[in-house]
């Protein structure tokens, strides 16, 4: 009986598994680095912790379950409220901050398409407990750090920086209500992801009023701080949201990733629950979706039962980034090649049982070492083909200055085509 | 809106996380230098496929859910249906043998117990193509390779082997019908794990008759290969079982892990597919359920749909493996410790903003950098306990020689106390 992959997921083969480990591996060195602690959750939850954060598309794209006692359970569409979880059961004895990290495995039931599969990896970074812009400048720092460590150079790609406190104290500002502001993030979000004329036709459709959608538009385009200063008006009693925003762009500055990023206020992320910097990442080209996006939020740890602690955090797939670099040429060439330390060959017709002595051995002392299961047929040179094919820096044939009463291997430099023979214990030791 | 996590599941804080990390980060580099190449699947696949295997409690076992477009799908409870899917899929292009490793995340509905939990890891190394128990003998050194590699020396397990084929002969011998074989092999596989007056009155219901019972349980108490060729008679049609053992034996001697290794005609292991050389691996004290176990299964890639072609593997859990590596205290000494190449400190009150740009060059260059974000009262004391609760190997001190005109760091060796100033662009120059 054959049965196929569902589709939207991935196998992942040797070669496609040695992409998927180089950018994992990746993103666990650079959160490393960058002071971050590895955290995970199961892959699947009770179904209404997934249901908690409003006004949010992934509701409505769970794969989810009854279990046999009845539970109803959802495998996990982003981590986020595992991470709120998580933090929330062990609030009072976690040191302050917490920097944590993760690489989960997501499902979402969405419409396959490019860029976006059922199932994927997910990125994530949080500065929970930190109430300064600077925080937010060490996300986008990490950020920007993995992306330019596997060679992504401000022409390819861009952090587009704005503020969902700015955004809300310019809505409030020209007189929209508080309750519509959930459904305007949702839809504000979309404004370079639709075609223009639909997005003022739906934005019409929402705040009723032309002179509105004008100023919301102007708002939109606005393309420095500066300008911002002028149209935002914000009270002595709040924290001035563009202030904020030019003090992350000095940090951002002072750690050398200025040139990666950008402000534009049509920034938005479409999630509920964030409440001061939000940021995308984009191609320069802008012909992919997002490879990754984050921002502040005030209130989440608060929405899943616990106190109100700020945080910060972002998140970045492996489906995007993965086209990326494949557009860009920088994936084949990045990927650590398949190698081995040795390859042992047998060049007689019988008696080949030392070749698994000498492999083990080699084996346990940690180097990385095979052998042909042809091995039997004797012939020399089709294992060394195999040898070659396989990346082995050494070979080391058996033959019959082994197998007469020297007990010497041949230890053939792959690169160089060297030979040399080295008694077999003298071997061991020298190793 | 509090909600806990699902009974049987874990949450992996950084401490757990390490712990996981540690014994994968294993798993991975002993497949690695063996020769296996790593794969996976998805976390999901059509329900169908794991009810192909009969005479397996899996399939009972299984989380399962119907997408929105009314596809029948489960959770993984193993991934061997998987790699039989993706070989088949890619039969005739992928070379043989093929050596395959995985670290599947897998789920099963089973009542949480010791060792035993709903969602865990499990090591999965496969020899596909190779009709020798050569192969099998090289799953068991891999096997041992990475046990012995955490520090699990012959007195603390034992890998317990026999043959399944050995087995079907003698039951054959007896007078046991094919049909009866599947479940027969299930209640087997039970010999030591249930009280044995409750196997007996099981075995007896069985087989219908205490003559027979007592021939199979005189054949579950051999110990010796040697006896073993009294007991089973192997027409010459066919490959002896015997002979396989006693040539398995040979290799495993060579291969020099002979003494981790022991003749049990008790090993069944409980699924259908397997064909010939089986195994688990226990605790020698056996007082934890099985660390392991595997065989080899002629008849697999067919069941999913393709060609018959043998193979051998081995799935190793992460739970009972880790309950034992505590009882032996090999986990806490083992495990990496978190730290810190630079931890950057700030003993003036005011101008911090150099602290991000050291910060930031360090990460970027590779280092593990960080600092407090309490860095603004300038409190060295203090900065220089967290860089020592945090492992850090130096600390770089911003004080008044570099805020002065002179640009020099203080930069403090954390395990002698020894300090020394360095120009800041010559230290940079000199990582």
Redesign the interface.
């Known amino acids: ?6 589709k939207g ?6 070669q496609q ?2 992409v ?2 180089w950018i994992v591996d990746g993103w666990k060195a ?1 959160s ?4 971050f ?10 179904l ?2 997934f249901q ?1 954060k409003s006004g949010d598309e992934i509701a409505e794209q769970l ?3 009854t ?2 006692g009845g ?1 109803e ?1 959802a ?1 996990r569409p982003e981590i986020t409220p ?1 991470l709120a ?2 933090v ?3 609030i009072n004895s976690l040191p302050r ?1 917490i920097k ?1 990290f993760s690489v989960p ?1 997501l ?1 979402r ?1 969405e419409r396959p398409q490019k860029g976006r599969l059922r ?1 994927f990896f997910q990125w994530n970074i949080d500065i929970i407990g ?1 109430d ?1 812009v ?2 937010d ?2 996300v986008i ?1 990490t950020t920007v ?1 993995y992306l ?2 596997i060679g992504l150079k401000p022409e390819d790609i861009q952090v587009r920086i704005s503020s969902r406190k700015l955004l809300a104290t310019f809505l409030s500002d020209i007189g929209i209500a508080e309750k519509q502001l959930d459904s305007l993030y949702a839809l504000l979000d979309k404004y370079k992801k639709i075609p223009s004329d639909t997005f003022e036709k739906i934005l019409l459709e929402q705040v009723s009023d032309s002179a509105t959608v004008k100023k919301i538009l102007d708002f939109m385009a606005v393309d420095s701080l500066e300008q911002m200063d002028e149209i935002v008006n914000v009270g002595n009693d709040v924290r001035d949201p563009v202030i904020d925003l030019k003090v992350l762009f ?2 951002l500055d ?4 200025r040139e990666y990023c950008v402000f534009d206020p049509s920034i938005v992320r479409g999630l509920a629950y964030y409440t001061g910097v939000v940021f995308e990442i984009y191609d320069r080209a802008s012909e992919l979706r997002a490879i990754g996006g984050g921002g502040r939020y005030d209130d989440l740890l608060k ?4 106190p109100q602690i700020t945080g910060t955090g972002m998140g970045m797939g492996d489906c995007v980034l993965e086209i990326l670099l494949e557009e860009k040429g920088l994936l084949d060439k990045q990927l650590p090649k ?1 190698q ?1 330390d040795y390859f042992v060959a047998f060049a007689e017709k019988s008696g080949g ?2 070749i ?2 000498i492999v ?2 080699l ?2 002392k ?5 052998f042909s ?1 042809k091995y039997k047929a004797g012939n020399l040179a089709k294992q060394l083909k195999e040898a070659s094919n396989r990346n082995a820096k050494n070979c080391i044939i058996i033959g019959e200055e082994f197998m007469g009463k020297n007990n010497e291997l041949v230890i053939k430099d792959m690169d160089s085509g060297e030979q040399e023979l080295v008694e077999v214990a003298k071997f061991f030791a020298q190793l």
């Open positions: 009986m054959k049965v196929p992959p569902v997921t991935r196998d992942f083969y040797p598994m040695a998927r480990n650079v490393l680095r960058n002071g602690e590895e955290y995970d959750g199961p892959i699947f939850e009770y209404k912790m908690i794969f989810s379950l279990d046999r539970r359970l495998i595992t979880r998580m929330n059961q062990q901050p944590w495995r499902c039931a199932e930190v300064d600077l925080a400048a060490e720092f750090d330019r460590s000095s940090y002072v750690m050398e990733i929405q899943f039962g616990g398949r081995l049982g030392t698994f002595n083990a051995k084996r346990s940690g180097y990385k070492a095979d299961y």
